[in-house]
């Protein structure tokens, strides 16, 4: 098992920056995917980022490409997702979730990750 802990949520305004971490703990010498989705209120859950379980391969959503960035501390077994320029449609519950895959293909779908946080709220005024 891997547990999966998110922090790093917050109010910001329109335009400022939070870095949300994903911290993991248990069998994570095997669990090296990890992918972000939020869920706004009203919508379905959707992809924001990952990073493949080889590490080589990140991927983004349209919204957030060149916005978002993700990153990995493999020594803490830690991943990050730094935050730029956001805006009120940002706003929503962001969760971290890992897998077990070793595969150089990012996983978009909630279905593929074995693992997941219990979210952390990013809310951004305008």
């Known amino acids: 098992q891997v547990h999966v802990t998110e922090t790093g949520g917050g109010l910001v305004q329109a335009g400022g920056s939070l870095r949300l971490t994903c911290a993991a703990s248990?069998?994570?010498?095997?669990?090296?995917?990890a992918g972000w989705f939020r869920q706004a209120p009203g919508k379905n859950r959707e992809f924001v980022a990952g990073?493949?379980?080889?590490?080589?391969?990140?991927d983004y959503s349209g919204s957030v490409k060149g916005r978002f960035t993700l990153s990995r501390d493999s020594d803490d077994d830690t991943w990050y997702l730094q935050m730029n320029s956001l805006k009120p449609e940002d706003t929503a519950v962001y969760y971290c979730?890992?897998?077990?895959?070793?595969?150089?293909?990012?996983?978009?779908?909630?279905?593929?990750?074995?693992?997941w946080g219990q979210g952390t709220q990013v809310t951004v005024s305008s």
């Open positions: 248990g069998r994570t010498s095997e669990s090296k995917a």
């Open positions: 990073i493949s379980g080889s590490g080589v391969s990140t």
């Open positions: 979730a890992s897998s077990f895959s070793q595969s150089d293909v990012v996983m978009e779908f909630g279905a593929e990750y074995d693992f």
